[in-house]
């Protein structure tokens, strides 16, 4: 399967804890965003990264959140200091810049849960 | 600022035709995007429109109307696994960052 995968499908961490998702893209894509989805919403852009280099963050990215992609390839997303409202899905999708459609292709997700 | 209106809710019979609306205010435009998300899943790409007009692919048909920040989706032949949520999604000027709508669940029926 050459899709985009993401680790761990679910989370479930106490309030104050640090949790770490991982995203591997499609192998060729340049382009990789982190978004965050709550129940009965659409996805919320978090970030994302061209190759290796941070482009753009969200203001809903507080200094909690950090997130990296040192060589290009997979990218993590760190939550620091675990608060309730943190309880959601977190969703990486990879495209390829350059090709007229820029179609994201999303990954399964990893649901956090924070008690 | 940034706002993208669907409908909440829709519900549809097996076998009929379904319009789900969307209209977008956003700081550019440079293409959206229609994805198709069942529950607990994460979202498919199903469209793209870049220029005014319709696409169509299948039983799923896209149009949009930039002059009016409009577009649909429309779904026929509806069968149950169409059961989902549809999401438009516009991404902004520069070419960088997509905007979600809230996505509007459909139920089709027998």
């Known amino acids: 399967d050459t899709g985009v995968s993401q680790d761990p499908r679910h989370k479930i961490t106490k309030r104050g804890q640090n949790v770490t998702f991982r995203c591997d893209p499609i192998s060729e894509h340049n382009r990789l965003y982190w978004y965050r989805q709550t129940l009965g919403q659409g996805p919320e852009f978090l970030t994302y990264f061209q190759n290796e280099a941070q482009l753009e963050k969200s203001r809903l990215l507080s200094d909690r959140f950090s997130a990296e992609r040192p060589k290009g390839s997979f990218s993590t997303l760190e939550i620091q200091r675990t608060e309730q409202g943190d309880s959601a899905m977190y969703l990486c999708?990879?495209?390829?810049?350059?090709?007229?459609?820029?179609?994201?292709?999303f990954g399964p997700g990893t649901r956090l849960t924070v008690t | 600022g940034q706002n993208i209106d669907q409908p909440t809710e829709m519900t549809a019979t097996e076998g009929a035709i379904v319009q789900i609306n969307c209209t977008y205010q956003?700081?550019?435009?440079?293409?959206l995007f229609w994805y198709q998300q069942h529950a607990g899943e994460a979202p498919t790409f199903l469209s793209y429109n870049v220029l005014d007009g319709l696409e169509e692919k299948g039983r799923f048909s896209s149009f949009l109307s930039r002059s009016k920040g409009y577009s649909y989706l429309l779904l026929k032949e509806l069968q149950m696994k169409d059961s989902a949520s549809y999401l438009c999604?516009?991404?902004?000027?520069?070419?960088?960052?997509?905007?979600f709508g809230p996505g509007t669940r459909l139920s089709v029926l027998p």
């Open positions: 999708a990879s495209s390829l810049e350059g090709v007229q459609r820029y179609e994201q292709y």
């Open positions: 956003t700081s550019g435009f440079n293409g």
């Open positions: 999604a516009v991404r902004d000027n520069y070419g960088q960052n997509f905007v």
